[in-house]
T-cell receptor
Framework: KQEVTQIPAALSVPEGENLVLNCSFT??????LQWFRQDPGKGLTSLLL???SQREQTSGRLNASLDKSSGRSTLYIAASQPGDSATYLC??????????WGAGTKLIIKP | EAGVTQFPSHSVIEKGQTVTLRCDPI?????LYWYRRVMGKEIKFLLH????????ESGMPNNRFLAERTGGTYSTLKVQPAELEDSGVYFC???????????????FGPGTRLLVL
């Protein structure tokens, strides 16, 4: 059974710092891994999608890596801004085409 | 282009009552998904429609939950009768359907926050 874990559960850093969010999964048989952002009272926004054959994806200040063999992914946020404050969720598409989710990391960027 | 919309945004009902949640996917998207996040837990898959057909309903918790997608457009999720443990946020998502979800991003609605008292 696929399980996705995100560490830490919460993180608070000063504005301008670079930071890393971690995601691990127990079964390497995945089609892809996605990082989402959720703002309070709003839906989920897909930030980056990494196919199982890829090692990383970049979008602006965001860089996500995937090491399928070790069951790990990281989301790197460069030069953090207060607007980056949100809950970040990691999810994998498993062999049944279902999204299996982590519990999320609540990120607070202090001005 | 309008995104995925969900109605209502919030619902507060008493145990034993019935609630119907609605999801309007992005126009032209064949895939429609329902997910749920109960307090303090991970988001869980409920079911997946391809057009009007249920492709996978393995995540539906029990027979108090009934999902429909009439004509392959909008979808409803009915909870009857509601129980306390049904409280949570119900998300809907859609995707075009060209690649059975392997490469496609799912586009999520804002969710419906359900509270059963």
């Amino acid at each position: 059974k696929q399980e996705v874990t995100q560490i830490p559960a919460a993180l608070s850093v000063p504005e301008g710092e670079n930071l890393v969010l971690n995601c691990s999964f127990t079964d390497s048989a995945i089609y892809n891994l996605q990082w989402f952002r959720q703002d309070p009272g709003k839906g989920l926004t897909s930030l980056l999608l990494i196919q199982s054959s890829q090692r990383e994806q970049t979008s602006g200040r965001l860089n996500a890596s995937l090491d399928k063999s070790s069951g790990r992914s990281t989301l790197y946020i460069a030069a953090s801004q207060p607007g980056d404050s949100a809950t970040y969720l990691c999810a994998v598409t498993d062999s049944n085409y279902q999204l299996i989710w982590g519990a999320g990391t609540k990120l607070i960027i202090k001005p | 282009e309008a995104g995925v919309t969900q109605f209502p945004s919030h619902s507060v009902i008493e145990k034993g009552q019935t609630v119907t949640l609605r999801c309007d996917p992005i126009s032209g998207h064949d895939n429609l998904y329902w997910y749920r996040r109960v307090m303090g837990k991970e988001i869980k898959f409920l079911l997946h429609f391809v057009k009007e057909s249920k492709q996978d309903e393995s995540g539906m918790p029990n027979n108090r939950f009934l999902a429909e997608r009439t004509g392959g457009t909008y979808s409803t999720l009915k909870v009857q009768p509601a129980e306390l443990e049904d409280s949570g946020v119900y998300f809907c998502a859609s995707s075009p359907g060209r690649d059975r979800g392997r490469r496609e991003t799912q586009y999520f609605g804002p969710g419906t926050r359900l509270l059963v008292l």
